[in-house]
């Protein structure tokens, strides 16, 4: 029941974190801007539920490593959206799962099972097919920024699994980190129209800061592979809301690479729930 309401509370956060590519895209500031924002108000409603829900703070390792992927994944997943498709990016850093099952093998010790193996091969190529159209499009360096993104957010969703580890307040100085790293950034912008400034705040409320705090509750009981699955609603509505206000779209061969990514791993996702299933019922007898 636990699992269940943290993979409920993981898909919420993934709806309001596909809010992202399209409120990057509308506003006219610098990657690191928006971060910077964003990052401060998420600071600012995360440590207010800190406080409403007594957590103490304790920093450790753990906690700062957590911080650290954090920070790499928000900054990296911001600047990819500047530099190419939302579609590409949030598709590429869908790739995730694929880094969870190999940290969680090479740090962690669990062995991959036969289906991990083939999902992470026919993943891979349907990167391959991003970068193969990255270089023709001029997309690769965002590309590589959005497959950065991907691994760093594989981490994010392992932060519950290192020692030591918080994930309320890894994320609380990771969005930290980011508005000190984007306010030289910030200090170069000259247009601070209200609109602008009302897309920056709701961005910070509902896109980072309320989604986190869904996300830091939900994966505290959720279980790293099948949390980063349920986040799959996200590459679904992030590249249909830029398509339909800004016009947005992808490519063939970056849709056939997103087609391979998207498909593959939700047919893990099945095949492993059913697997799972089928483990607790022979449990039972």
Known sequence: MEQRKG??????????????GLLIKVIPWQALTINSWR????????LLFAKLTHHELKLTP???AGAAAMCLTVSSYALAN??????NTI??????????????????HEKPKKLDIITCLVVFGGIACFFLDGLSAGNLLGNFVALISGIGYAWVFLMNKIPGGDPLYSTILGHAMCVLIGLPSVAKETEYSGQIVLCAILM????????????????????????????????????????????ESLSGLALLGG???????MVYNVLTSKFENTKKEHAKI
């Open 259 to 265: 087609a391979i990514v998207f498909i593959s791993i």
């Open 204 to 247: 910070g409320i509902f896109q980072l800061g309320l989604a986190y705090i869904c996300f830091t509750t939900g994966i505290r009981t959720a279980p790293p592979v099948s949390a980063s699955l349920v986040s799959g609603i996200e590459p679904i509505l992030n590249p249909v809301l830029v398509a339909i206000v800004v016009g």
């Open 39 to 46: 990052c401060g108000i998420s600071v600012c409603m995360l």
């Open 62 to 64: 753990g906690v700062w």
């Open 7 to 20: 993979l409920v509370l993981i898909f919420v956060a993934s709806v309001l974190f596909s809010l992202g």
């Open 91 to 108: 598709l590429i850093q869908f790739t995730c799962p694929v880094f969870v099952i190999l940290f969680l093998w090479a740090f962690f």
């Open 82 to 87: 500047k530099l190419t498709t939302a579609a």
